[in-house]
């Protein structure tokens, strides 16, 4: 696990050159680029959004439910007109769809009055139909009233009526508002609908038309997609009369390829150690293995450049949270059997073969801790037998997971700081982060002393531990430079400010208990869909023994899901909020390799 180091390199040639030296460029795929102009794409120009809006409109026409024999000739093909038309009908669809919904809304509400048409001005003498929707219970104000009104439809709780005036009726001359119903009668609405209809029809015909062109589109999005990118890249050097730079970020390890492609492509170029100001994109290097762990933190947070590699500590540490947090063998031996199928299909792509090592890992873990905590589709074994002779933890011992749990998280936010404090070597700050480790291990070593039994060396160690800790956070929690009698007072201040962190380490030390609350809850559901199906299946002769299977599927399926909630959002959220609040503290911006794609 590392972050790659980086150098910035400097290219110059001619400018006649420049489209083909950066298609090359592009070609060898070892750099990230930097802009050197704010010039923008203009409208003619292909763009990353252009290659988004592709892969859309292909995804749109893969969703169709009848598609066309597929052409397989460029001739007639044009594919930036295709994308668009596709997303053109895309949005018109849309559009009809939504016309057509609150068309039939409208319809419904309309009906009720009947279908009518409002007079032209003038020929009522100046008076006006106005709508009201009022409960049967409130008819006794209109009856009472002195307007003209007269009842259209009514059903078992609500009279539709209609009142003949001049002016639209005070607010208090009606037991309810007024109810709108528009302009348009209800044959014209009817007559629209249907116009609506068939337009849709039209369009989905077309839809069905375009996916004639998804073959070509798929062998020609790569093509698109580099094109795209190299006129990106075009744009983002620095230009004179004759001559053009290119800058970009390159890997120290390719280094020699970059100056084998500069003798090649007769340009000049300059490689440039990272000066330390400068903010580099981050390369992470992890092996095929554990390289799961670095999809999920790039999917969080990209660690600063000048920071340090997390990936394996979230995928090991991911692994066992998700384990406690499921606490069930038999819930883990299904998702084990998901993966199985899905096994080949994951091994198509990079990030596929990744997150399905993650995969085993995690759910070979969550099998291991289910079968050390005895627990099976809720059920727990004999003592007597194989499988309870292993189990080594019970969920219902509080005093024991509670110890575990907070020992878990003590080690996490431990090994944090001293991570912290490696990465400072070359600082005095890494002693603080040597305190606030020290200060963790000899508050839980302090709190598992003061049982009844326990070694008096255990206290004596807590007390040694938290003494460093305090220490080594009022002298080293700042670099503030002692020319002066006075810096020394406030080098001491500094150390009382940071000491002010103590609830907060210790607010995230007790968020991992969530560990036995998830696991215990998860295990308790589990009993309890047991015993109900088990209560179902004594009560009711016969049919009980169907009900009891299908409340159990239902029971524990619910249950899986909640597993899978559960452990998946707090073993990252332990991650990526309690252990990088100690460790990862600064945001990186990812290496963006400027290469060509594949074909898809």
Known sequence: MAIVTLNK???????????????????????????????????????????????????????????????????????????????????????????????????????LWGDFSFAEDGELLGYKLWFYIVPKRLMNKVRDSDLIWQRVSQNNTLEYIVLLAKEEPEPKAMPVPRTHTGDISLSQLHKNLEAIHLAIEDAYAKREYLTRWMTLIMLNLAEFENDAGLKSAVLMTKDDAHLFTSQAWVAEADIKKIEAFAKEQQVA??????????????????????????????FYQMPNYYGWDPSIVVFFSFALFFAMILSDAGYAAVFLSVLAFKWKKMGLSKQGLRFRMLLIVTLNSALLWGILAGSYFGFSPAESTVLGKIKLFDMNDFDIMMKLSIFVGVAHIAFANLVQAYELKKSSLRYSSLGWALFVIGGFILWLSTEEGANIVLQQLAYGCLSLAVLALLL?????????????????????????????????????????????????????????????????????????????????????????????????????????????????????????????
């Open 9 to 111: 390199l400097t290219l110059c040639g001619m400018i006649a050159d420049k489209t083909a030296v950066l298609s090359q460029l592009q070609a060898l795929g070892l750099v990230h680029l930097i802009p050197l102009q704010a010039k923008k794409p203009s409208t003619e120009d292909s763009s990353p959004e252009s290659v988004v809006d592709a892969i859309a409109a292909l995804k749109y026409l893969q969703q169709s439910t009848r598609k066309r024999h597929q052409v397989h000739q460029n001739k007639q093909f044009n594919f930036d007109q295709i994308v668009q038309d596709v997303l053109t009908l895309k949005e018109n669809l849309t559009d009809l769809i939504q016309q057509r919904d609150f068309l039939e809304e409208r319809i419904k509400e309309v009906a």
């Open 269 to 298: 170029y300059l490689v440039e150690p990272v000066n330390g100001i400068e903010q580099p994109p981050t390369l992470l290097s992890n092996t095929e293995t554990f390289a799961g762990g670095e999809e999920i933190v790039k």
């Open 476 to 600: 080293f929690s700042s670099e503030r430079p002692l020319n002066r009698p006075v810096d020394y007072i406030l080098r001491l201040f500094d150390g009382i400010k940071n000491l002010t962190s103590i609830t907060k380490i210790f607010g995230d030390v007790l968020s991992y208990m969530r560990l036995f609350a998830l696991g215990l809850a998860s295990a308790s559901l589990a009993i309890t869909f047991n015993q109900l199906a088990i209560q179902v299946y004594e009560a009711i002769p016969g049919i009980g023994l169907l009900l009891s299977l299908i409340l159990l599927i239902i029971g524990h399926g619910l249950n899986i899901m909640l597993g899978i909630m559960s452990g998946v959002v707090h073993g990252l959220r332990l991650n990526f909020i309690e252990f990088y609040n100690w460790s990862v503290s600064d945001e990186g911006y990812p290496f963006k390799v400027f290469s060509k794609k594949e074909e898809y």
